[in-house]
């Protein structure tokens, strides 16, 4: 959970950026930490490993202002997408506030997708969090693709297998080109601080 300093009247919130390999979680946080640069503090810090390019996590803090007399700070991470990497990804994990999902929309990939989205809810399940309650946004990444000519899944097939159940909000998007990736982030950020005014409020 989030990181409360009455003393300071400040709250670190941690956003993680969960996805197949590849996917463009990455992709994502260089997106935003080039726009934003001169309102974040810190250095984004990737780790670039063989057939993944992040090993454990991306770090950049990023201050949004007051909110109920609190500053709230974000702290975006990465974790990696391949399999034999559970364990650092349920590490990655530890403490979420919230998560932004990026699949992969070719179609070649579809199944890792699926997979990825089960290894989330079961690693959010170790840390008595469900996967129905904690604040999510899905984001369907490389739209761009289709100018190529690369066959896509359809914003359908997208929605009926990652989002039939879940009905939490989603973007189609491009994190090479920046489409939807500020939004995407916007959407996120806007549920993970929402679901922690009740317990800004407990603080008093």
């Given at each position: 959970?989030?990181?409360?300093?009455?003393?300071?009247?400040?709250?670190?919130?941690?956003?993680?950026?969960?996805?197949?390999?590849?996917?463009?979680?990455?992709?994502?946080?260089?997106?935003?930490?080039?726009?934003?640069?001169?309102?974040?503090?810190?250095?984004?810090?990737?780790?670039?490993?063989?057939?993944?390019?992040?090993?454990?996590?991306?770090?950049?803090?990023?201050?949004?202002?007051?909110?109920?007399?609190?500053?709230?700070?974000?702290?975006?991470?990465?974790?990696?997408?391949?399999?034999?990497?559970?364990?650092?990804?349920?590490?990655?994990?530890?403490?979420?506030?919230?998560?932004?999902?990026?699949?992969?929309?070719?179609?070649?990939?579809?199944?890792?997708?699926?997979?990825?989205?089960?290894?989330?809810?079961?690693?959010?399940?170790?840390?008595?969090?469900?996967?129905?309650?904690?604040?999510?946004?899905?984001?369907?990444?490389?739209?761009?693709?289709?100018?190529?000519?690369i066959p896509l899944l359809t914003r359908?097939t997208l929605d009926n297998d990652l989002?039939?159940?879940?009905?939490?909000?989603?973007?189609?998007?491009?994190?090479?080109?920046?489409?939807?990736?500020?939004?995407?982030?916007?959407?996120?950020?806007?549920?993970?601080?929402?679901?922690?005014?009740?317990?800004?409020?407990?603080?008093?």
């Amino acid at each position: 959970m989030a990181l409360i300093n009455p003393k300071k009247k400040e709250v670190q919130v941690k956003l993680v950026y969960y996805g197949p390999g590849r996917g463009g979680k990455t992709t994502n946080l260089e997106y935003i930490y080039a726009k934003f640069k001169n309102r974040i503090k810190g250095n984004l810090t990737t780790i670039k490993t063989y057939g993944d390019r992040t090993l454990f996590f991306d770090f950049m803090p990023l201050d949004i202002g007051i909110i109920r007399g609190y500053n709230i700070k974000m702290q975006f991470y990465t974790v990696p997408g391949q399999v034999k990497y559970n364990a650092t990804r349920r590490l990655v994990l530890r403490g979420v506030d919230g998560i932004v999902f990026v699949a992969d929309s070719m179609a070649l990939r579809r199944k890792m997708n699926i997979v990825s989205l089960k290894d989330l809810q079961d690693n959010l399940t170790t840390f008595d969090k469900s996967i129905f309650k904690i604040p999510l946004v899905l984001q369907y990444n490389k739209r761009d693709l289709a100018d190529q000519g690369i066959p896509l899944l359809t914003r359908e097939t997208l929605d009926n297998d990652l989002n039939r159940q879940l009905k939490v909000p989603s973007f189609e998007a491009s994190a090479i080109t920046g489409d939807n990736v500020v939004e995407t982030m916007k959407k996120a950020i806007s549920l993970t601080v929402a679901s922690l005014e009740k317990k800004l409020e407990l603080k008093g």
